[in-house]
């Protein structure tokens, strides 16, 4: 079956600019949660979704934000942009039920704020 | 709060010697831990998880809650086993088990 899938897998903005990342699950998987990945601080939470609603939040600021659709798809964005948002953000998806555990990610969008 | 601490950064040993990539963790309730692995040019992927005591690959980990460590271990370490390694906790409770609070990682090489 078709792995977890980000687009797009690199992109360059500048300063104050925003963004949007896109994330498909893994079909049947109803949980996606984001990671920000770098190397200072290497793999960070930033929220989860489940069915559409957020289940859980990082903390991060309110810049960063997320969404989720019917189909399980979500999409994160980032306002205002600042070069401390330079990094790769992972994907994950699973069942989302107890007993699962096992998150499947994807290989991620790496993010260059100049 | 949750921390992972993961003490060594990096870890070298020879193949067919054994292996050991510490883990240590605080949390004040009943945590789910993970290893997660990371190989070269591949996908972060989930090795092994305490609640279901398997062995994957030869690897094993123990949760030591006296200790508040999960140890991951390998009688004879492979060269197929060079990667990076993460450690990672659920502190979620059963109510969210997309969040995860990672180790900054041990990057294993296994030398010929």
């Known amino acids: 079956k078709a792995g977890v899938t980000q687009t797009p897998r690199y992109l360059i903005k500048t300063r104050g600019q925003q963004v949007t990342l896109s994330c498909s699950p893994i079909s049947g998987h109803r949980s996606v949660s984001w990671y920000q990945q770098t190397p200072g601080q290497g793999l960070q939470f930033l929220f989860e979704y489940f069915s559409e609603t957020q289940r859980n939040k990082g903390n991060f600021p309110g810049r960063f934000s997320g969404r989720q659709f019917s189909n399980s798809r979500s999409e994160m964005n980032v306002s205002t942009l600042e070069l401390g948002d330079s990094a790769l953000y992972l994907c994950?998806?699973?069942?989302?039920?107890?007993?699962?555990?096992?998150?499947?990610f994807g290989e991620g969008s790496r993010l260059t704020v100049l | 709060a949750q921390r992972v601490t993961q003490p060594e950064k990096l870890l070298s040993v020879f193949k067919g010697a054994p292996v050991e990539l510490k883990c240590n963790y605080s949390?004040?309730?009943?945590?789910?831990l993970f290893w997660y692995v990371q190989y070269s040019r591949q996908r972060l992927q989930l090795l092994l998880r305490h609640i279901s005591r398997e062995s994957i690959k030869g690897f094993t980990a123990d949760l030591n809650k006296g200790e508040t460590s999960f140890h991951l271990k390998k009688p004879f370490a492979q060269e197929e086993d060079s990667a990076m390694y993460y450690c990672?906790?659920?502190?979620?409770?059963?109510?969210?088990?997309?969040?995860?609070?990672f180790g900054q990682g041990t990057i294993l090489t296994v030398h010929p």
């Open positions: 990672a906790l659920n502190d979620a409770g059963g109510t969210s088990y997309g969040k995860l609070t």
């Open positions: 994950a998806s699973s069942f989302g039920g107890r007993g699962t555990g096992e998150l499947f």
């Open positions: 949390y004040s309730g009943s945590p789910e």
